[in-house]
């Protein structure tokens, strides 16, 4: 929802012209930018399917109930696709006179599958707070020690820094193998974003918008992965 607008000013909207001199250049800059987004996605999808095949070997209750609630989610889709296409046809017989009503036994089906789904969620919310529970510290020691040495310094010297942390810690008894394995596929997922960055063929400030842009998916899209 937009905020309410309390100032008395009267609202201006200014509009500037662009002359395009180059249209070829102009597209191929935003195919470009696609392309970088895509692979920042793919890089992103990687990693959260591997964090979810760890917690599923470490958490098999959770796994169980996590693949129930795939079943009964795809179960669904399936139905309001369903209903979808009997709208359409109902649309098309009619040359669009009058919508279809939505068919009351499948809503009713549609309504006891997501009711299932919740309670499905809730029983696996406990299971997810153990896993979480179990690598929280692993996590929190890192941040601390890696936040400690860099020492608000760029990109360069955090990179430097995150690899001596993590190559530290891998050789420490107290971390769990579950801490070990996500820390290991985020150090892998962080390489690839930087691999990726370096052969995108964009300028700095288009591939810190894609990034940023990349950012605002995986924001807005959890706990799922962003779309391409």
């Not at 987004?37 to 996590?66: G, M, S």
């Not at 979480?132 to 990179?159: C, D, M, W």
Request: include cysteine; glycine fraction near 4%.
């Amino acid at each position: 929802m937009a905020a309410r607008k309390t100032s008395t000013v009267p609202t201006r909207i200014w509009t500037f012209p662009c002359r395009v001199t180059d249209e070829a250049l102009v597209h191929e800059i935003l195919c470009t930018a696609n392309r970088y987004y895509n692979a920042l996605v793919a890089i992103e999808r990687a990693r959260h399917e591997r964090y979810q095949e760890i917690r599923r070997r470490y958490a098999t209750d959770l796994a169980a109930l996590e693949e129930e609630w795939e079943r009964i989610n795809d179960r669904i889709e399936a139905l309001i696709r369903e209903q979808k296409r009997a709208r359409q046809q109902h649309w098309r017989e009619t040359d669009g006179e009058k919508r279809r009503l939505l068919d009351a036994q499948i809503e009713a089906q549609i309504a006891a599958l997501r009711a299932e789904a919740k309670r499905v969620s809730a029983a696996a919310k406990k299971h997810r707070s153990a896993f979480a529970a179990l690598i929280e510290p692993g996590r929190a020691e890192y941040k601390r020690r890696t936040t400690e040495r860099a020492n608000g310094a760029g990109p360069t010297v955090k990179s430097r820094v995150n690899a001596e942390v993590l190559a530290e810690m891998l050789g420490e008894p107290q971390w769990p193998d579950a801490w070990r394995e996500i820390a290991r596929s985020d150090d892998e997922a962080h390489k690839a974003t930087i691999a990726a960055r370096a052969s995108c063929g964009l300028a700095t400030g288009t591939y810190r918008a894609v990034e940023e842009a990349v950012q605002r998916a995986k924001a807005d899209s959890l706990p799922r992965p962003p779309r391409f």
